[in-house]
């Protein structure tokens, strides 16, 4: 290298970058890159919103769904080419807010100095008056005032200067200034929150703590493991449909009580109507069916509680309101151990239209419900890890099956007793915590306020001088807009019209 | 009356603004190959026919369903299409006074209520829980206005680049712009004026099109329109995805096709400001907004699932 050709340097390199960041053409080129970084989240299946499909992929094109992985398809919005466009985004906004920033300052203090001849401007006319000049300008002083133009020059000064629509770069830094603030909002508010659902069964209390989410908690990147222990006893929930079986309302009434168990307040939780509890949000998400199964060997009882059924999704043609609900029982503390599989219909007449017309009834409300069962013995193989909602039989062979009403017992074994003792229904509640709720819609305001002025006001500026001319003087107006330009032709020859036109009083005198 | 007779009406009066966008369409297609004005009139006059026909058969739907008809694909297609050719009967013909551009903006129009009435027709019903809220009228309300406001910006780009390139190809020259401005606050690579068309051939009356620049200019101003009505539809419907199910954002499919669209008009008014991207380059930018709008109305609610899907 010649010594004197230009060394990159560190700094030069820097200056380079930092240039580049502030240029119109990597913003515009960013803005374009991250739709279309969208466009891919929105084509391929994303974790957390469809994780079946994602697990379909895998199973069904294993290679494609390896690569898909290692590009961070199915996790756009995490990835790091993703967090690296949008934080390229982010230098390079401020990169350009600055220098904005520091011109609008002085633009606001500056008063707009001609920067040529008047008459070289793009807009100009020359007329003249009776009054003389002191007079005329001052005229045209007010007049531009009364229009909200800035007026600057001192009463007397030989010159008028003024200028408008200040908003329109204000408004635009105020917008993309926002919108830095709005990711702000996000990041802190998603880094520092959670969420999750909380499966609540009717007159049970649940606390809001790590544990009780069954693994469907997800906390923020720098959440400080300060779950609110918030708990929330419910009453009862209720779902409503009309005639046709559209659902109308879910309603699950609970009570919100602290750490302490103190009792904060009774709420109606409802689609659209959430709860809330020292900053944390309880949505009305989903609900089921759960019976009450008390299973008692030799009279003594050793499983008795609510146990939550779920149920499959159905063929396209087929109501979710048709399917029958399925959950399992364990009893590991018998020998051999014993597996119950039960299937739920909260309303008999859905059973008895399947069975004689094969197809189910839609069940809207509790009738007369009854449960199917299948009984199983031999090894839980509980040492594997294994879904509660999920009988392994593998090693166990079957027992019996039969049909147990609401209210009824029966025996699996000699000594083994099952009963179906009530039933009620669960409640799942979508909880989370979101601390940047409130600077994300200040942000989002800000930006519409922004925006308004931004895009629709426009610069002028705008001169006049006078000079004795016999009795009267001839004034000179020139001014140029910086946007909108044939508004501006209209607005500019209206204020030469007005500027002609002597106001009455003075022509009286 | 009773609901059916609202239906009926519904119906009835869809047909009416059906045929008579046709037939203005048809008129202004002829007009524009023939300049009869008796034809332009007689254009207009369907075309506003049409219009109240249409307005008849939202408030028809709108009292057999017992609610505002914003409740499914359907309805939205009924209000969009009746916004587009409002917004071209206000902005290009009344204010812009335009008179050529009637044919495509009524043929969207009439391309709209066609895949309504043949894919997404469903009876008038209640809304599930889940739909019943404040913040989602005002939501789907603003993002059918800014849709038809952008459908009509994108319309008009279309016609700005067909009438662009034949300008381009009869090789007019650029017209000598006035008086120089002062650059007192720019930023690098930053041209003033936005909203000044690019330099287009003066007095290019001969062609079936507005001048380039005119159509230009009619575009951005309804798109700068559209923008912020849109940007609000998104903040809405942040508001009532916060209250329905806790997340004010979770990248379900219409909600990132929104954002798709919202980022890329805000590149075309970035891109007009932007030296070596003003006219043919920014409007090709505004298209592909144009396309993503599309896809953000149709195609994300026929093929794509996500939690709004149950709006089809
Ligand atoms: C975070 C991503 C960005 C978004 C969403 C965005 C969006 C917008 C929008 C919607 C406008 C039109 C309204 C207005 O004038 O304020 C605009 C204008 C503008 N943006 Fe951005 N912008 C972004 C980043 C940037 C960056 C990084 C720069 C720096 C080069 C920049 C510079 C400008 C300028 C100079 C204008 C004014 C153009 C005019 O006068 O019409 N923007 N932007």
């Known amino acids: ?509 | 009356m009773s609901t059916e007779t609202w239906i009926l009406l519904s119906t009835g009066a869809f047909s009416v603004a059906f045929f008579g966008y046709l037939f203005g369409m048809l008129a202004a297609f002829h007009f524009l190959a023939f300049r009869r004005p008796t034809v332009w009139a007689v254009s207009i006059a369907a075309t506003v026919l049409g219009l109240a026909a249409h307005l008849l058969s939202i408030v028809g739907r709108g009292v057999a369903a017992d609610r505002i008809p914003l409740g499914n694909m359907y309805e939205y297609s009924l209000l969009l299409s009746f916004l587009v050719v409002l917004a071209y009967l206000v902005f290009v013909e009344g204010l812009g006074r335009v008179r050529t551009v009637g044919g495509f903006v009524l043929g969207f129009a009439v391309i709209t209520m066609a895949v309504a009435v043949l894919f997404l027709y469903v009876g008038p019903a209640p809304l599930i829980p889940a739909l019943n809220s404040y913040w989602r009228q005002v939501h789907v309300s603003s993002m059918i206005v800014s849709s038809s406001l952008l459908a009509l910006g994108g319309v008009l780009t279309i016609l700005y680049l067909v009438k662009e390139r034949r300008e381009r190809r009869r090789g007019e020259p650029a017209p000598i712009m006035g008086g120089a401005v002062s650059l007192d606050d720019a930023p690098p690579h930053f041209e003033a004026g936005a909203d000044e068309p690019p330099p287009a051939a003066p007095g290019a009356r001969r062609g079936l099109l507005p001048r380039s620049s005119t159509l230009d200019r009619l575009a951005y101003r309804t798109i700068a329109f559209g923008f912020p009505i849109w940007t609000f539809g998104i903040i809405t419907g942040a508001i009532w995805a916060e209250s329905a199910w806790g997340r004010y954002w979770g990248w379900d499919p219409k909600e990132t096709w929104s954002f798709i669209t919202w980022t890329v008009f805000a590149g075309y008014l970035h891109a007009r400001a932007t030296s070596g991207w003003k006219g043919r380059r920014a409007a090709i930018v505004a298209l592909v907004g144009f396309v993503s709008l599309l896809v953000t109305y149709y195609a994300v609610n026929l093929w794509i699932v996500g939690l709004h899907s149950y709006a089809t």
């Open chain 1, 1 to 509: 290298m010649s010594p004197t050709a230009p060394v990159p340097t560190l700094r030069r390199s820097v200056a380079l970058v930092w240039r580049s960041l502030r240029s119109m053409r990597t913003a515009l080129v960013l803005l374009l890159l991250l739709a279309l970084a969208a466009v891919a989240g929105s084509l391929v299946p994303q974790v957390g919103v469809a994780d079946a499909r994602i697990a379909a992929t895998f199973r069904d094109h294993p290679l494609r769904a390896r690569i898909f992985d290692q590009l961070g398809l199915f996790d756009v919005y995490g990835s790091w080419w993703f967090t690296m466009i949008y934080t390229l985004l982010l230098v390079s906004l401020i990169a350009c807010l600055v220098p904005r920033t520091r011109a609008f300052v002085r633009n606001l203090r500056a008063r707009p100095v001609p920067a040529r001849e008047l008459d070289a401007m793009r807009h100009y006319a020359e007329l003249a008056v009776g009054d003389p000049p002191e007079q005329a300008l001052g005229r045209a002083r007010s007049l531009l005032r009364r229009r909200l133009f800035r007026v600057s020059g001192p009463n007397g000064a030989p010159t008028v200067s003024a200028d408008k629509g200040l908003g329109r770069e204000g408004g635009s830094l105020l917008f993309h200034a926002a919108f830095l603030v709005l990711l702000v909002g996000v990041v802190l508010g998603r880094g520092t929150g959670f969420s999750g659902q909380a499966v609540i069964v009717e007159g049970q209390t649940w606390t809001e703590a790590h544990a009780n989410y069954d693994g469907t908690v997800r906390e923020g990147r720098f959440f400080g493991e300060d779950h609110s222990g918030v708990q929330v006893r419910v009453e009862d929930f209720r779902a409503t449909y009309r005639p046709t079986g559209q659902p109308r309302d879910f309603v699950t009434r609970a009570t919100l009580l602290d750490a302490e168990g103190g009792e904060l307040e009774r709420v109606d939780i409802r689609v659209n109507h959430p709860a809330e509890a020292e900053g944390v949000k309880f949505y009305q998400f989903g609900y089921g069916w759960a019976p009450v199964i008390r299973v008692e060997e030799d009279g003594e009882a050793i499983f008795d509680g609510p146990v939550v059924c779920q149920q499959e999704t159905p063929p396209e043609d087929v109501s979710q309101l048709q399917v029958p609900w399925t959950c399992v029982v364990k009893l590991p503390s018998l020998d051999p151990q014993v597996g119950i599989r039960f299937e739920l219909w909260p309303d008999r007449r859905g059973l008895l239209a399947l069975l004689e017309t094969g197809e189910a009834m839609p069940m809207l409300v509790e009738y007369a419900p009854v449960m199917t069962w299948e009984a199983f013995e031999g090894d839980l193989r509980a040492e594997l890890v294994q879904s509660v909602g999920v009988l392994d039989t593998s090693a166990m062979r079957p027992l019996d099956t039969g049909v147990l009403g609401a209210g009824e017992t029966v025996d699996l074994r000699p000594g083994l007793t099952v009963g179906f003792t009530d039933l009620r229904q669960y409640t799942v509640l979508s909880v989370s915590r979101d601390r940047g709720l409130w600077i994300v819609l200040a942000a989002a305001i800000l930006i519409l306020l922004g925006l308004l002025p931004a895009l629709y006001t426009s610069r002028r500026k705008l001169w006049v001088t006078a000079e004795a001319a016999g009795a009267g003087t001839l004034l000179k107006v020139g001014g140029f807009a910086l946007q909108r330009r044939s508004q501006f032709e209209e607005e500019f020859s209206r204020l030469v019209r007005d500027l002609r036109r002597v106001p009455e009083e003075r022509v009286g005198s």
